[in-house]
């Protein structure tokens, strides 16, 4: 894994840290709802799904402890559990993509995904977010060189992303494993935070899948789209 793409990762997930904590951070994110698994809203997006050996652990030590907590969240199955490589267009009723938005955005994915060679995440670092908990992945600079050029790609279509990152050069992996109904309560805040240096484990990107879905992808509204696998 590239040091230095992993410092700057690091660097970044922590203003970003301080950002939320001073209510300064301005991103896009799933607003709270009472109702996630039947949420009409929809999304276009690009998703790599996490493999059953890490979806257990982290069932284990970390959603178990939380749901003790506070049950009435949304947490993740093993079955939910991914992490979004490039946004489309984010979840919306009526949706923000057209039929055609999403020839053209599997196009892109065709051309661009399999120029790329495989790369790992490193899942660790619980984090609370405003509406959600999740882990972040550390990666090396082939996921930024990737998100950049899909990013052009659907640019120079006439279907750019439409989610407003806090960064838009230094990208991570973002595992949700937990969306909340309401303000958590501080004996879940501060789970998450012993939780907070928790390392999950590594897993392999070989394949990228274009969806469209909901805001926790869940199988009753997702349709596949199209899978690319990067180079081995």
């Known amino acids: 894994m590239d040091d230095n793409y992993t410092t700057a990762q690091k660097a970044t997930i922590q203003q970003l840290k301080t950002h939320i904590t001073q209510g300064k ?14 949420d009409r809203e929809r999304c276009l997006t690009s998703v790599v799904f996490v493999p059953k050996p890490l979806t257990q652990s982290i069932s284990q030590r970390i959603i178990q402890p939380l749901k003790q907590l506070e049950p009435e969240h949304f947490y993740y199955t093993p079955d939910l559990m991914h992490s979004t490589i490039k946004n489309v267009r984010t979840i919306h009723t009526p949706p923000l993509f057209t039929p055609e938005d999403v020839v053209q955005a599997d196009q892109v994915f065709k051309q661009i995904v399999p120029q790329f060679p495989v790369f790992r995440f ?15 992945g550390y990666s090396n600079q082939t996921l930024q060189q990737l998100i950049q050029a899909l990013d052009k790609g659907l640019s120079d279509i006439g ?14 992996g973002n595992l949700t494993i937990c969306r ?9 805040r501060q789970q998450v935070q012993e939780l907070a240096t928790v390392k999950i484990g590594e897993m392999q990107v070989t394949q990228i899948h274009l969806v469209t879905c909901n805001s926790v992808c869940h199988p009753q509204t997702r ?8 180079k081995q």
């Open 25 to 38: 951070g301005q991103m896009t994110v799933v607003a709270m709802r009472s109702d996630y698994e039947r």
């Open 122 to 136: 490193s899942w660790q670092d619980l984090t609370l977010f405003p509406t959600s908990v999740a882990l972040i």
């Open 159 to 172: 279907v750019p992303d439409n989610k407003t990152y806090f960064s838009d050069t230094i990208f991570w």
């Open 180 to 188: 909340l109904i309401h303000s958590p309560t501080d004996a879940f």
């Open 223 to 230: 349709t596949l789209i199209g899978t690319y696998s990067l």
